[in-house]
């Protein structure tokens, strides 16, 4: 059974920082491309972030280019997230997300956990 379970999210002032985690388990991590998604209320779920496997080669969503860094352990079977500089505009819920393409593609997200950018 495979499980992505986010952590890190909380309540922080505009120009605060936040690393999130996401723990895999179940599943071939290094494999899989890894990315951050978020969903603000009202909005469609967009892609904040991107890695993949092998390589580590990252890409990023203009507004959060500069101020976010996506990185994976693979050891660990974890992806993080870490979040500098954060803006109201970065509220949202914050979802992992698991891809494996090839003749038997698979996705998988998490749960999603939320953020939260106030003074």
């Known amino acids: 059974q495979v499980q992505l379970v986010e952590s890190g999210g909380g309540l922080v002032q505009p120009g605060g920082s936040l690393r999130l985690s996401c723990a895999a388990s179940?599943?071939?991590?290094?494999?899989?491309?890894m990315s951050w998604y978020r969903q603000a209320p009202g909005k469609e779920r967009e892609l904040v972030a991107v890695?993949?496997?092998?390589?580590?080669?990252?890409n990023y969503a203009d507004s959060v280019k500069g101020r976010f860094t996506i990185s994976r352990d693979n050891a660990a079977t974890s992806l993080y997230l870490q979040m500098n500089s954060l803006k109201p505009e970065d509220t949202a819920v914050y979802y992992c997300?698991?891809?494996?393409?090839?003749?038997?593609?698979?996705?998988?997200w998490g749960q999603g956990t939320q953020v939260t950018v106030s003074s």
């Open positions: 890695i993949i496997s092998p390589g580590g080669s990252t």
């Open positions: 179940g599943l071939t991590f290094y494999m899989y491309t």
């Open positions: 997300n698991a891809k494996l393409r090839g003749v038997a593609p698979r996705e998988y």
